[in-house]
T-cell receptor, first 116, second 115 residues
């Protein structure tokens, strides 16, 4: 089982460029999330999705867009990259089945993005 | 809104000693879940332990236990018999009682185990 797969692992962007971070999960989880982690800080929620076709903003959505056309994929789009978007990005997924606490978030390995 | 506070930016502990990492939380929800994640230097997020707000007993998972004091709104992580491999960042987080919804994270504590 691959779990949650993120690509690319590393990327350097110039100011104003756009890119998409890919996230795929093979666990048939209906919930998916994008977080960012700034140096020395905790994770902050950017966007999340409770199922295909449904997305919602998290704490820090500005400068990002998402889509969820399938259960497996949840790409994060950065438009007009800015230095403030330099961060490590984590995709995660979870299920709604089972007992409380049984379905904690499973994280991808992270994508390190630098905007210069 | 939910808030997690971790007041220890860094800790140094001798190998084989026990260590307590502090976490306090604030929420107006009656039902919630508390989580601890470990982030080693390689960067991945590893789930350690979960405590539901209605659980009367403290959660335990191997060498990890969660000291849950609901009235004080604290959820401290206790690691017994620390090992060199425990050196990492540790994050406390809060979410729903089912654990399958968006989490709010604290700023983390960097734990260093000294041989």
């Amino acid at each position: 089982n691959a779990g949650v797969t993120q690509t690319p692992k590393f990327r350097i962007l110039k100011i104003g460029q756009s890119m998409t971070l890919q996230c795929t999960q093979d666990m048939n989880h209906n919930y998916m999330y994008w977080y960012r982690q700034d140096p020395g800080m905790g994770l902050k929620l950017i966007y999340y999705s409770v199922g295909a076709g449904i997305t919602d903003k998290g704490e820090v959505p500005n400068g990002y867009n998402v889509s969820r056309s399938t259960t497996e994929d949840f790409p994060l789009r950065l438009e007009l990259a800015a230095p403030s978007q330099t961060s490590v990005y984590f995709c995660a997924s979870s299920s709604t089945q089972g007992a409380p606490g049984a379905n904690v978030l499973t994280f991808g390995a992270g994508s390190r993005l630098t905007v210069l | 809104a939910q808030k997690i506070t971790q007041t220890q930016p860094g800790m140094f502990v001798q190998e084989k000693e026990a260590v307590t990492l502090d976490c306090t939380y604030d929420t107006s929800d009656q039902s919630y879940g508390l989580f601890w994640y470990k982030q080693p230097s390689s960067g991945e997020m590893i789930f350690l332990i979960y405590q539901g707000s209605y659980d009367e007993q403290n959660a335990t998972e191997g060498r990890y236990s969660l000291n849950f004091q609901k009235a004080r709104k604290s959820a401290n992580l206790v690691i017994s018999a620390s090992q060199l491999g425990d050196s990492a960042m540790y994050f406390c987080a809060m979410g729903s009682n089912f654990g399958n919804e968006k989490l709010t994270f604290g700023t983390g504590t960097r734990l260093t185990i000294i041989p």
